[in-house]
């Protein structure tokens, strides 16, 4: 059996209605569990911008990719190597007020997991923590040994360490449809 990795795609889509079943059922029909998942504005006009995170084996991300590049809307799919990439994911975590009173150790496991505090309420805190998901996995696990009352964590954002490659790409197509006079 082939070797999984953890792969990281850019999917790049005008911004229709009914996509997002589209892009994910691709990934249904091959068994493949989607462990994260953002969308967000591209950073060029009208184009939009998935960006998924799977484990898998090398042939079947080459088959995924080629299988996004099919659907109408999606304007160019492409796929990398967490080496290739930059990425972060950011968590939230809300704990209960009454485990900061008589002792600074909360405080001090903040500051060594570099995570910050977002919000004092009168029932809670709410701390966060931009990384890794080992890093936010890690504070999570120190804050159930005193006391956490939610935990959400979003679904990585990555930029490429090369340039962008639909620029790249846009870049080709444009230039082969003036020499073909289009």
Do not use: C, W
Request: charged content about 25%.
């Amino acid at each position: 059996m082939s070797q999984t990795n953890k792969y990281t795609l850019t999917v790049f889509t005008e911004n229709q209605t009914g996509l997002l079943s589209r892009v994910v059922s691709i990934f249904t029909r091959r068994h493949i569990n989607v462990e994260s998942l953002t969308t967000s504005k591209s950073s060029m006009p009208r184009i939009h911008r998935f960006t998924i995170v799977v484990e898998t084996t090398h042939e079947m991300v080459e088959k995924l990719v080629a299988q996004l590049d099919k659907q109408v809307d999606v304007l160019k799919a492409f796929y990398y190597e967490p080496h290739e990439i930059v990425f972060q994911e950011i968590a939230l975590y809300k704990v209960p007020m009454h485990i900061f009173s008589n002792s600074d150790k909360v405080e001090t496991l903040i500051r060594s997991h570099n995570a910050r505090i977002l919000s004092i309420e009168p029932e809670y805190v709410v701390i966060e923590k931009t990384g890794h998901e080992r890093e936010t996995e890690a504070l999570l696990t120190d804050l159930r040994e005193i006391g956490i009352y939610e935990f959400v964590r979003s679904g990585r954002v990555a930029v490429v360490k090369a340039m962008e490659r639909l620029n790249t790409y846009l870049q080709s197509l444009e230039k082969n449809a003036a020499q073909n006079g289009h």
